[in-house]
Nanobody, 129 residues
């Protein structure tokens, strides 16, 4: 069955960096669009970034320039490099498969949370001020 396991979260100061990883198994990873979304306490889920099977990317306006999504198909692993972190980036981060990637555009824009499916348990990112 599909399994996604996130890692790499932690506590970091404002301006710091973290790299999240997501190990995928149970399906043909290279064939699917993948992404990250996050949820902070008391807030709605937010699509953060997505990457197509051909490695085209899109980012939420709130993270563009600061975050980079990438994938290593040989390792069945998805990454999210997060730089210049801010307290408002504090959230649980989840990786997931993403549908309708071809309709989302490129660069920066809205990534509908309804497009995410089959997510893992998440990894906590806390940014202190």
């Amino acid at each position: 069955q599909v399994q996604l396991v996130e890692s790499g979260g932690g506590l970091v100061q404002t301006g710091g960096s973290l790299r999240l990883s997501c190990a995928a198994s149970g399906y043909s990873f290279s064939s699917y669009c993948m992404g990250w979304f996050r949820q902070a306490p008391g807030k709605e889920r937010e699509g953060v970034a997505a990457i197509t099977a051909a490695s085209m990317t899109i980012y939420a306006d709130s993270v563009t320039v600061r975050f980079t999504i990438s994938r290593d198909n040989a390792k069945n692993t998805l990454y999210l490099q997060m730089n210049s972190l801010k307290p408002e980036d504090t959230a649980m981060y989840y990786c997931a498969r993403v549908r309708y990637c071809s309709t989302m555009g490129r660069g920066s824009g809205r990534i509908p949370i309804s497009n995410f499916y089959d997510w893992g348990r998440g990894t906590q990112v806390t940014v202190s001020s």
